[in-house]
């Protein structure tokens, strides 16, 4: 059985420090599928060890996710050519753009703790040239009832978690590994059926571009 708190308690808090800042730093930039909640479980760990605290734990978990949202602000309004094509979408969201008009703080706050809002409002209030003094004001405060939230219940109530997942800790890791190369299978599959689906690719029964068909050769 894995035991769980006393692989956390051995951890380093200045590594897990760097750790959880660089992870909700990215989760602040709005790209999807960053697990923040893991750094922050970790730290948990430590603060039961006496290792850290509970307020460094949300101090760094904020400045990254805080830090993180003003970069994915400044992505939108200013460096739109170096977003993803997947993610160009996001620039004009016309969801985002309602709410940012009828909700302003408020949307810029809740987009720091709603998933489906994190994206869309980030760079969609960069890319409508949303107040930038206000903006960083809004995504602190945002930040830290996200970051100071999520690190509270999980320090109240993570380690009662802790020894149920130390019992299914060897069937989770196994379920996660099968579900991860499923998911990367599935991935290789569909690049293979986009690339083949793409238009323009040269086949047997294409004519030659240097070929030309005897209509074309002038008569004698």
Not at 35 to 60: N, R, S, Y
Not at 172 to 184: D, N
């Amino acid at each position: 059985m894995i035991d769980l708190r006393a692989w956390l308690a051995g951890l380093d808090p200045t590594t897990l420090h760097i750790s959880t800042f660089g992870l909700l730093f990215l989760e602040g930039m709005g790209i999807p599928g960053i697990p923040g909640v893991l750094p922050m479980m970790a730290q948990v760990g430590l603060i039961d060890a006496g290792k850290t605290t509970l307020e460094t734990a949300i101090f760094w978990g904020t400045l990254g996710n805080w830090l993180g949202s003003i970069c994915g602000y400044s992505l939108g309004r200013w460096g739109g050519r170096f977003i993803p094509a997947r993610w160009q979408g996001q620039l004009d969201s016309e969801q985002a753009r309602d709410l940012l008009r009828r909700y302003g703080p408020l949307a810029v706050i809740a987009s720091r703790t709603i998933g489906a809002l994190r994206t869309p409002v980030t760079l969609g209030a960069g890319a409508m040239n949303y107040p930038l003094v206000p903006y960083i004001i809004y995504s602190l405060i945002g930040a830290l009832i996200h970051i100071g939230l999520w690190q509270w219940l999980l320090w109240r109530f993570g380690l009662q978690i802790l020894p149920h997942l130390e019992r299914v800790g060897a069937q989770a890791l196994m379920v996660v590994g099968a579900l991860l190369a499923a998911a990367l299978l599935g991935r290789w599959w569909l690049m293979r059926q986009r690339a083949a689906a793409t238009p323009g690719t040269p086949t047997s029964d294409s004519p030659s571009p240097n070929s030309t068909s005897s209509d074309s050769q002038p008569l004698d």
